[in-house]
T-cell receptor, first 118, second 116 residues
Framework: EAGVTQFPSHSVIEKGQTVTLRCDPI?????LYWYRRVMGKEIKFLLH????????ESGMPNNRFLAERTGGTYSTLKVQPAELEDSGVYFC????????????????FGPGTRLTVL | AQKITQTQPGMFVQEKEAVTLDCTYD???????LFWYKQPSSGEMIFLIY??????QNATEGRYSLNFQKARKSANLVISASQLGDSAMYFC?????????????FGTGTQLKVEL
């Protein structure tokens, strides 16, 4: 079974440019999450999709970030225009829905995309 | 709001020795789950172990065990018989059942280095 994949693995862009990150979840996983780790800090939640719907986008830092999951399969996270503070590692994770109230809906993480904004 | 604190930015351990990575948490929700993830230098996040707030026994998975002390709000990871391949970043995380959605709240991580 293929794991969560992310593309690209690295991206170096200049301030003001646009970057689009892609995540392919594990097949059959309805839940898809985006997280970000800024250097030396904790991994922070950005948003959560259930199929194609945004379930929780409370962690999105500002309107320069746009996440989509058309068709409920892969997801993209676009940063436009990128700023220096957007540099970090962006992780995607996916999980199955084992029903409400279940805490161990284990999230499987991708390898991350390292974004550097110069 | 939930918070995870990992106070050890870096740890060293000799091969074959045991090591404890500290994690304390804060939440007012009585139902929560605690997770440990390992991130080797290759970058992927690997799930290690899970402890539910109502679990009576400490979780164990092979060489990993979770020292869960609910009254102290701590969930330390114990790795027994350390191996060179255990060198990695380790993250403690929490998810609450009510009001927290599915999102994980992470700590800042502990970089573990296993030495010969």
């Amino acid at each position: 079974e293929a794991g969560v994949t992310q593309f690209p693995s690295h991206s170096v862009i200049e301030k003001g440019q646009t970057v689009t990150l892609r995540c392919d979840p594990i097949s059959g996983h309805d839940n898809l999450y985006w997280y970000r780790r800024v250097m030396g800090k904790e991994i922070k939640f950005l948003l959560h999709f259930v199929k194609e719907s945004k379930q929780d986008e409370s962690g999105m830092p500002n309107n320069r970030f746009l996440a989509e999951r058309t068709g409920g399969t892969y997801s993209t996270l676009k940063v436009q225009p990128a700023e220096l503070e957007d540099s970090g590692v962006y992780f995607c994770a996916s999980s199955q829905d084992r029903g409400s109230g279940r805490l161990l809906n284990e999230q499987f993480f991708g390898p991350g995309t390292r974004l550097t904004v110069l | 709001a939930q918070k995870i604190t990992q106070t050890q930015p870096g740890m060293f351990v000799q091969e074959k020795e045991a090591v404890t990575l500290d994690c304390t948490y804060d939440t007012s929700d009585p139902s929560y789950g605690l997770f440990w993830y390992k991130q080797p230098s290759s970058g992927e996040m690997i799930f290690l172990i899970y402890q539910g707030s109502y679990d009576q026994q400490n979780a164990t998975e092979g060489r990993y065990s979770l020292n869960f002390q609910k009254a102290r709000k701590s969930a330390n990871l114990v790795i027994s018989a350390s191996q060179l391949g255990d060198s990695a970043m380790y993250f403690c995380a929490m998810r609450v059942l009510t009001g927290g959605g599915n999102k994980l709240t992470f700590g800042t991580g502990t970089q573990l280095k296993v030495e010969l």
